[in-house]
């Protein structure tokens, strides 16, 4: 079974600053994929950015980047430049290739880190 | 702008009485997931389907919840009876898994969340 932990529950960052929200996962999977997604106020959840663990180059979307280190079972997220709408939940989420191929695509979760932008 | 709906946004109801929710996943997706969300417990997965048949519903309290999908545009979850331990946001997910044809989509949808809160 694959766990995916975020041990940071709550986190604050200065507005303008960069922040970086911690996640590892277990697995003894070698295809998969890793996700982080945010949920706002609105509890919304959106999807941030996606990495896929055969490519060794992180993935970016704008202020968002991913610090992936297979080895070490690690996916991070940076944000740069925070600005007060950052202010959400952020999961962490993992699927296998083999969980795809068998039952769709299907996610497991980390526990969140709320994470708090100050102006 | 295709997007997953979710009603009732909101429901209030007293112990004992039945819930239903509904959810109209993206069309042309073939997955649909209901998850939980309480402080204490997190995300949970309760049930899933692929292709409207349910691949795993071993998340979900058998004795008073069910989850169906009469067609292929509408998702159901309903409680019966609920009791004050069920409140929370439940949210419905769909996704597109389609190997063969689309290559592979990996993404989940998430609609806005039904908050329920059972007195």
């Known amino acids: 079974a694959q766990t995916v932990t975020q041990s940071q529950p709550e986190m604050s960052v200065q507005e303008a600053e960069t922040v970086t929200l911690s996640c590892t996962y277990d697995?003894?999977?070698?295809?998969?994929?890793l996700f982080w997604y945010k949920q706002p106020p609105s509890r919304q959840m959106i999807l941030v950015i996606r990495?896929?663990?055969?490519?060794?180059q992180n993935a970016t979307e704008n202020r968002f980047s991913v610090n992936f280190q297979k080895a070490a079972k690690s996916f991070s997220l940076k944000i740069s430049d925070s600005q007060l709408g950052d202010t959400a939940m952020y999961f962490c989420?993992?699927?296998?290739?083999?969980?795809?191929?068998?039952?769709?695509?299907?996610?497991?979760f980390g526990g969140g880190t709320r994470l708090m932008v100050k102006p | 702008d295709a997007r997953v709906t979710q009603t009732p946004r909101h429901k209030v109801t007293e112990m004992g009485q039945e819930v239903t929710m509904r959810c109209q996943p993206i069309?042309?997706?073939?997955?649909v997931f209901w998850y939980r969300q309480t402080m204490m417990q997190g995300l949970e997965l309760l049930a899933y389907?692929?292709?409207?048949?349910?691949?795993?519903d071993s998340g979900m309290p058998k004795d008073r919840f069910s989850a169906e999908m009469p067609d292929a545009t509408l998702a159901t979850l309903k409680i019966q009876p609920s009791e004050p331990r069920d409140s929370a946001v439940y949210f419905c997910?769909?996704?597109?898994?389609?190997?063969?044809?689309?290559?592979?989509?990996?993404?989940?949808?998430f609609g806005p969340g039904t908050r329920l809160t059972v007195t």
């Open positions: 069309l042309g997706h073939n997955t």
């Open positions: 697995t003894s999977e070698n295809n998969y994929y």
């Open positions: 990495q896929e663990a055969y490519k060794q």
């Open positions: 989420a993992f699927m296998t290739r083999e969980d795809f191929r068998n039952a769709g695509n299907m996610l497991t």
């Open positions: 997910a769909s996704g597109l898994a389609d190997i063969v044809n689309r290559g592979f989509e990996y993404e989940q949808y």
């Open positions: 389907f692929r292709n409207r048949a349910p691949l795993d």
